[in-house]
């Protein structure tokens, strides 16, 4: 089950979503296609991967996926907002991918797929809405030994935490709250809280790429992609 309130964003913001996304990364200064490209790379895309992506949206990232791999692969895309997927279905279609990615209606917490099932997990900008570690203890227990988990989502900057940050940052979230449509009610991590709560399980950081906005880097969310190995050696 999913919070409600998150819910009902979901389904009313379907239609419009995949427009609001660019304009949403425009208005901070990232560039999306660089974004994009470095999400790619960070999954490390190889022929006949199986993929499984959560919290799939629109199915943006896993169409990303499937055209980068000429659909030479199978994608898992797991969502739990009816509208959305629908959304993707016409989006995969479009794209003329829809040989490679099949859909399921399913939540982060409990996947519905079997042990060490996949090569890479990725998750894009959805994992804020989860319990974080019941998450990334799933996408742990679908993963092959050694395989991949890559995330993306934005983050609060550190300087949210420091004693001025904790004064004026519920300023910040209650503006940002309007601009990503109630989004700040989810869970948005520093950095440096994702790597403590990564190190506690057994998982390993491989490398982690952060785009800052470009008006007020210290003080805007950022986004931010993380690459992470099952296993800790
Ligand atoms: C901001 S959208 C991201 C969609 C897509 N991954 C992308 O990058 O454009 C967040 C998605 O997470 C989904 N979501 C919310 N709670 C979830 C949960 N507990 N498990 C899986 N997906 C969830 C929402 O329905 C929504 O489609």
């Known amino acids: 089950m999913i919070e409600k309130k998150i819910g009902q964003q979901y ?34 895309l190889k022929p006949n991967m199986s993929i499984l992506d959560v919290g799939a949206g629109t199915g943006l990232t896993s169409i990303a996926i499937a055209k980068a791999l000429s659909c030479n692969c199978r994608i898992l895309a797991v969502e739990p907002i009816d509208e959305m997927i629908e959304r993707a279905r016409t989006n995969v279609q479009q794209e003329g991918v829809e040989d490679c990615i099949e859909f399921k209606n399913g939540i982060g917490e409990s996947l519905p797929c079997n042990d060490e099932e996949f090569d890479l997990v990725t998750c894009t900008f959805a994992i804020r809405h989860m319990d974080v570690e019941g998450a990334l203890l799933e996408f742990e227990r679908v993963l092959r030994p050694s395989g991949r988990i890559v995330i993306a989502d934005i983050c609060a900057p550190e300087k949210w935490r420091s004693l001025p940050g904790k004064i004026i940052t519920p300023l910040m979230q209650f503006m940002i709250s309007r601009k990503y449509k109630g989004e700040m009610k989810s869970k948005v991590l520093t950095v440096n809280e994702w790597k403590t709560l990564i190190e506690k399980l057994d998982l390993r950081i491989r490398s982690i790429v952060e785009f800052p906005g470009k008006r007020e880097p210290e003080w805007e969310i950022k986004r931010v992609i993380m690459s992470i190995q099952k296993g800790i050696q």
Request: proline share 0%; net charge negative; glycine share 6%.
């Open 11 to 44: 389904e009313e913001w379907a239609k419009s979503y995949d427009e609001d996304k660019i304009k949403l990364f425009g208005e901070s200064g990232v560039d999306y296609n660089e974004f994009m490209k470095s999400l790619l790379s960070l999954c490390e």
